[in-house]
């Protein structure tokens, strides 16, 4: 017999939206109920979802960043070693785009550490060019980039150089995001620009980070915020505690919390890609088939921008198995 809120929410299934009284129901499900919630995301993302979505990215500069983001290795805010090097050559990001393309990914995203550059900054203008050269070469791949927070003129430019998607997550839910970012900018700024990227009919690719000590209601308000900003794309992290970090000694999610969250996401974003991101090899280990199961029809692939992931020809391999998700 399956739950009063399973029940309720098997609506989602026809079509219809998923109130917030069923969601606020199903974050209270565990043990075998939970595996009915399972089953019934995976349904949902079967009907709206299918199709599977792998990305790449190039860390194209890292490190030494002014902003104080309480989990990240790149910011100059905390103790933690990460790699620091400036703007990469255009070569080098046309490389790490064929490699890309080579290996499978519909999508390749230049990535950059910072808080976001004035339309006329020299390096913006260069990841510019490079977004030409991208195109130019590999006209087939979807570019994105994410450079932090942007300005209307920012967000248009990257769409008339042919940028098509955007990352900027909000990572918590908003109410809380003092606690993760603590003075360098706001949740506000971030929706902000969210929304000048989707005045430039940028697609948006905006998530969050399950293990940084939110409660699973938190959880909930993020994929609200999330459908509220109508974002295209949502990249679900697990932390993966920097030492250094002030989160270092943070207390991991369990699987079953993972698990919960990634089909609550799908429940309220039926028709999103939902992406498993960071965490996934090294967090969810033997529960990455499982996870892969509860909602989300894509994941980022072959590396993250300060820990590594798997190849990629691995998580192909994977989707392969998993037999429903048809890779290409
Ligand atoms: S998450 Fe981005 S903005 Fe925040 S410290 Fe790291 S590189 Fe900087």
Redesign the pocket.
């Known amino acids: 017999m399956l739950h009063e809120s399973i029940l309720s929410a098997y609506k989602v299934l026809e079509g219809a939206e998923l109130d917030r009284e069923t969601a606020a129901a199903l974050l209270r499900l565990k043990g075998p109920d939970l595996l009915d919630l399972i089953s019934l995301a995976n349904k949902v993302r079967l009907r709206f979802a299918a199709e599977p979505h792998l990305c790449s990215i190039v860390n194209a500069k ?2 030494a ?5 309480r ?8 103790d933690a070693p990460s790699e620091v090097f400036p703007l990469v050559s255009e070569e080098t990001i046309l490389a790490a785009a064929g490699a890309a393309r080579e290996n499978g990914a519909l999508c390749f995203c230049i990535v ?4 976001g550059y004035p339309e006329e900054n020299f390096e913006f203008r260069r990841i510019l060019a490079a977004a030409d050269a991208v195109r130019a070469r590999y006209p087939d791949l979807n570019l994105g980039a ?1 450079l ?1 927070n942007l300005s209307g003129a920012t967000a248009r430019a990257l769409a008339d150089h042919g940028v098509t998607f955007y990352n900027h997550n909000l990572q918590v839910n908003p109410a809380r995001y003092g606690d993760l ?1 603590a003075t ?2 706001g949740a506000a700024e971030r929706m902000e620009t969210i929304r000048h990227l989707k005045a430039c009919s940028v697609r948006v690719c905006s998530g969050g980070i399950f293990g940084l000590g939110e409660s699973a209601e938190d959880r909930l308000e993020l994929a609200l915020a999330l459908k509220a900003l109508d974002v295209d794309v949502v990249p679900l992290n697990v932390l993966i505690p920097i030492p250094g970090t002030p989160l270092q000694d943070q207390d991991a999610v369990t699987m079953p919390e993972v698990a919960k969250a990634l089909a609550l996401f799908r429940l309220v974003l039926p028709r999103k890609v939902i992406k498993f991101a960071a965490g996934r090899e090294t967090r969810c280990r033997d529960f990455q088939g499982l996870l892969l199961l509860s909602g989300p029809n894509g994941f980022l692939t072959g590396g993250y ?1 300060t820990t590594r992931g798997r190849p990629v020809a691995e998580d192909r391999s994977l989707l392969h198995e998993l037999g429903e998700f048809d890779a290409r």
């Open positions: 890292s490190g960043c002014p902003e104080d983001c989990y990240c290795a790149q910011s100059l805010a905390n950059t550490s910072g808080r994410s932090g970012v360098t900018h921008l």
